[in-house]
């Protein structure tokens, strides 16, 4: 249940309208998605999952279909092997190593993407990553949040 509440929401925020000006600082929400089950439920993270959910990301930001379910398995594998040594430092370290991994996911991006016949811009991904690592506690905040709402409705029962 909160595998699917969670990529829904995460749907739902890439596909809300935003201005033009905010483009520049929008962080990657299928980024942040796949850094939280990565980090905080690897336990639980299935990899087919990730796959499925990935084409409808690749679906609303235009790519290529699989980019993103390349992106996300290299994130997640990496943020799994990391996991248990940065869930134990405070948010600015995760942070930081969120911005490493996202970098060299914005690189595989930007490789992937110029072989397609794409011409992305790699500040833009570079940007993304960067407002991907800030918006990293607030959306850890939200997702747990989520999760706990979820873990007690089911209790409820």
Same mark, same amino acid.
């Given at each position: 249940?909160?595998?699917?509440?969670?990529?829904? *929401? +995460? @749907? !739902?925020?890439?596909?809300?309208?935003?201005?033009?000006? $905010?483009?520049?600082?929008?962080?990657? %929400?299928?980024? #942040?998605?796949?850094?939280?089950?990565?980090?905080?439920?690897?336990?639980?993270?299935?990899?087919?999952?990730?796959?499925?959910?990935?084409?409808?990301?690749?679906?609303?930001?235009?790519?290529?279909?699989?980019?993103?379910?390349?992106?996300?398995?290299?994130?997640?594998?990496? *943020? +799994? @092997? !990391?996991?248990?040594?940065?869930?134990?430092?405070?948010? $600015?370290?995760?942070?930081?190593?969120? %911005?490493?991994? #996202?970098?060299?996911?914005?690189?595989?991006?930007?490789?992937?993407?110029?072989?397609?016949?794409?011409?992305?811009?790699?500040?833009?991904?570079?940007?993304?990553?960067?407002?991907?690592?800030?918006?990293?506690?607030?959306?850890?905040?939200?997702?747990?949040?989520?999760?706990?709402? +979820?873990?007690?409705?089911?209790?409820?029962?």
């Amino acid at each position: 249940m909160t595998f699917g509440l969670t990529w829904l *929401l +995460t @749907l !739902l925020l890439i596909a809300f309208p935003y201005p033009s000006f $905010l483009l520049f600082v929008l962080p990657h %929400f299928g980024y #942040l998605y796949v850094t939280w089950w990565g980090l905080m439920r690897n336990y639980q993270l299935s990899m087919t999952l990730l796959l499925v959910s990935s084409l409808p990301v690749d679906v609303l930001y235009g790519t290529a279909l699989g980019l993103h379910g390349l992106l996300f398995a290299s994130i997640a594998y990496a *943020l +799994t @092997l !990391l996991g248990p040594s940065i869930r134990q430092v405070n948010w $600015l370290r995760q942070s930081t190593v969120i %911005f490493v991994v #996202l970098m060299v996911a914005s690189a595989i991006s930007y490789w992937v993407r110029t072989l397609t016949g794409q011409s992305p811009e790699f500040y833009i991904l570079l940007l993304q990553a960067l407002f991907s690592a800030l918006f990293w506690s607030p959306i850890r905040w939200l997702y747990d949040f989520l999760a706990q709402y +979820t873990r007690d409705s089911e209790v409820q029962r």
